[in-house]
């Protein structure tokens, strides 16, 4: 699927370059016209945003001081699809969650429980990696 958005991405830059606006900067219309094209296709395979029951976190968890850039992607690229859209056009893309609930069509409200929701996701996939790492020092002691 990605192969395939990235593909109708460059059709669609290259049949718009003329309309492209030089007082622009070039790399935020291409990334603009890009997550459109993915968001176009995924209302078009009909994805449902589909509520996952909340996720409970132990408060007294302490977070890992060292994650390397390697397992925080692998962290994000595990978030179910109705966390995982709204994260990274809030998180990477830079987008409001007023800008975020237009292209999704959701309220904003939504877009921040997401968001929110997602972070918890990847808090909670950090903390049991931690545990896991500890309890496997720990049969080595």
């Known amino acids: 699927m990605a192969k395939d ?20 900067p070039f790399e935020s219309w291409i990334r603009k016209i890009t997550v459109n094209v993915c968001l176009k296709n995924l209302r078009d395979q009909r994805t449902k945003f589909e509520e ?11 977070p890992i001081e060292k ?6 992607m692998r962290f994000v690229n595990s978030l179910p699809p109705v966390f995982k859209v709204v994260f990274n056009l809030y998180v990477i893309d830079g987008y409001s969650h007023k800008e975020i609930a237009e292209l ?11 968001l929110l929701r997602g972070r918890k ?3 909670q ?3 049991s990696q931690s545990n896991k ?3 496997l020092y720990r049969s080595f002691e």
């Open 5 to 24: 958005y990235l593909q109708d991405s460059w059709l669609r830059i290259y049949n718009n370059l003329g309309k492209y606006d030089k007082s622009r």
């Open 52 to 62: 996952l029951e909340d996720i409970k976190i132990d408060a007294t968890e302490t």
């Open 67 to 72: 994650l390397n850039n390697e397992d925080l």
């Open 104 to 114: 999704l069509d959701i309220s904003e409200a939504t877009s921040r429980s997401k």
């Open 121 to 123: 996701w990847i808090q």
């Open 125 to 127: 996939k950090i903390y």
């Open 133 to 135: 790492e500890h309890e």
